[in-house]
């Protein structure tokens, strides 16, 4: 092993220095109140597992026109940022620290969160699946193809979710471009088929996002922003000729800000089974200069492993912490792991969400 960290050592993640590298991923858990705002309940939740070095919450909508699931949270009007929050305060107390991931998603969504409204999209295909909506599974429709002269607004809604973000009191913000989402639609060559200045190469491919990261440093210091990419990722019938060559790229750009980190998904085991053109994170690792946190079905083992070996700075579990509110603690005392139960991950009330118990408890 090169060195002595863990993920037990610190690490200082833009302004920050956190103590720990075990991050809390986000994660849809469809718990938002009416109008998508945060609840008292949510709070309880993510302050219970403060001692996460990060916590990055779910996707927030950066717009109406950003929804695609039942009960998922806002970050665009005044109702949202007053329900967020009482989680940042929450959190802060308990001296953790929480940045908002900022959402959009694109085709990934359906009419009936539109008003009869088409969800907007680079190009006009429609994805394989269903969705699930108020009413139950539908199958997805055929989005609308954005205009190039509406491109500017989605510009406008990303850096509006973070300056709304900083004024809930969020300690950075996350930029959703990853998991077949809008950002990552317009990254890839299967979904983006544009012929503007935002389509066909892969430096016109890139250019909303860019654009974004370039308009949220008007309202939040860059080392406050995180990037979040799924180079190998199938999720939502997502895909790419060369990836490798396409995130390489991205990675590369990723280079010009200081940022407060790149997290990148892991390969998971269904992207492999779907098919996926794998790209290596020590392929990224490579190019990318700044802070990493990986993510993917990591343990204690594999995320020890991967900060030893320099390709990561810190690791955000996902479905460990949702059965752990004291995952920390745990991973460092050796003590047994709750299982999280997935019948309860999308919606519900505090069974399986706030009711998990701490290894004292």
Same mark, same amino acid.
């Given at each position: 092993?090169?060195?002595? +960290?863990?993920?037990?050592?610190?690490? =200082?993640?833009?302004?920050?220095?956190?103590?720990?590298?075990?991050?809390?991923?986000?994660?849809?858990?469809?718990?938002?109140?009416?109008?998508?705002?945060?609840?008292?309940?949510?709070?309880? !939740?993510?302050?219970?597992?403060?001692?996460?070095?990060?916590?990055?919450?779910? %996707?927030?909508?950066?717009?109406?026109?950003?929804?695609?699931?039942?009960?998922? @949270? %806002?970050?665009?009007?005044?109702? *949202?940022?007053?329900?967020?929050?009482?989680?940042?305060?929450? $959190?802060? +107390?308990?001296?953790?620290?929480?940045?908002?991931?900022?959402?959009?998603?694109?085709?990934?969504?359906?009419?009936?969160?539109?008003?009869?409204?088409?969800?907007?999209?680079?190009?006009?295909?429609?994805?394989? /699946? =269903?969705?699930?909506?108020?009413?139950?599974?539908?199958?997805?429709?055929? @989005?609308? #193809?954005?205009?190039?002269?509406? $491109?500017? *607004?989605?510009?406008?809604?990303? +850096?509006?979710?973070?300056?709304?973000?900083?004024?809930?009191?969020?300690?950075?913000?996350?930029?959703?471009? #990853?998991?077949?989402?809008?950002?990552?639609?317009?990254?890839?060559?299967?979904?983006?088929?544009?012929?503007?200045?935002?389509?066909?190469?892969?430096?016109?491919?890139?250019?909303?996002?860019?654009?974004? &990261?370039?308009? &949220?440093?008007?309202?939040?210091?860059?080392?406050?922003?995180?990037?979040?990419?799924?180079?190998?990722?199938?999720?939502?019938? &997502?895909?790419?000729?060369?990836?490798?060559?396409?995130?390489?790229?991205?990675?590369? *750009?990723?280079?010009?800000?200081?940022?407060?980190?790149?997290? &990148?998904?892991?390969?998971?085991?269904?992207? $492999?089974?779907?098919?996926?053109?794998?790209?290596?994170?020590? !392929?990224?690792?490579?190019?990318?200069?700044?802070?990493?946190?990986?993510? /993917?079905?990591?343990?204690?083992?594999?995320?020890?492993?991967?900060?030893?070996?320099?390709?990561?700075?810190?690791?955000?579990?996902?479905?460990?912490? $949702?059965?752990?509110?004291?995952?920390?603690?745990?991973?460092?005392?050796? #003590?047994?792991?709750?299982?999280?139960?997935?019948?309860?991950?999308?919606? %519900?009330?505090?069974?399986?969400?706030?009711?998990?118990?701490?290894?004292?408890?």
């Amino acid at each position: 092993m090169k060195n002595r +960290k863990n993920i037990f050592t610190g690490v =200082n993640i833009g302004p920050f220095n956190l103590p720990n590298r075990i991050f809390m991923a986000p994660m849809t858990r469809c718990r938002a109140g009416e109008g998508n705002v945060p609840t008292p309940l949510m709070a309880k !939740y993510y302050s219970q597992r403060a001692s996460a070095g990060l916590i990055i919450t779910e %996707g927030s909508q950066v717009s109406e026109q950003a929804v695609g699931y039942p009960s998922t @949270p %806002g970050i665009h009007n005044a109702e *949202q940022v007053g329900g967020w929050k009482t989680i940042t305060d929450a $959190i802060h +107390k308990k001296n953790g620290h929480i940045f908002l991931q900022l959402w959009h998603v694109g085709r990934i969504s359906h009419p009936d969160f539109h008003g009869g409204e088409l969800p907007v999209a680079p190009s006009a295909i429609v994805p394989n /699946g =269903n969705i699930a909506t108020y009413e139950g599974m539908k199958s997805f429709v055929t @989005p609308r #193809a954005l205009e190039t002269d509406e $491109i500017s *607004q989605i510009v406008d809604q990303f +850096k509006n979710g973070a300056k709304n973000a900083m004024d809930a009191g969020f300690d950075g913000v996350e930029i959703h471009s #990853a998991n077949g989402y809008l950002l990552d639609q317009f990254l890839r060559d299967r979904t983006n088929r544009r012929n503007d200045m935002y389509g066909g190469s892969i430096e016109n491919r890139t250019r909303l996002l860019l654009e974004i &990261i370039e308009a &949220i440093t008007t309202v939040c210091e860059i080392d406050r922003v995180g990037v979040r990419l799924a180079p190998s990722g199938t999720f939502n019938d &997502i895909s790419d000729s060369d990836p490798k060559k396409l995130f390489g790229y991205v990675a590369d *750009q990723m280079n010009r800000f200081n940022l407060a980190y790149l997290h &990148i998904i892991d390969a998971l085991e269904s992207d $492999i089974r779907h098919g996926a053109k794998v790209v290596s994170l020590h !392929y990224l690792r490579n190019i990318y200069k700044g802070k990493i946190i990986i993510s /993917g079905g990591y343990d204690k083992e594999k995320g020890n492993s991967v900060i030893a070996e320099e390709d990561a700075d810190a690791v955000a579990f996902g479905k460990m912490f $949702i059965a752990n509110p004291d995952l920390p603690e745990r991973l460092k005392s050796g #003590a047994p792991l709750n299982e999280a139960d997935p019948s309860t991950f999308y919606g %519900g009330s505090e069974k399986g969400y706030t009711d998990y118990p701490t290894s004292e408890e």
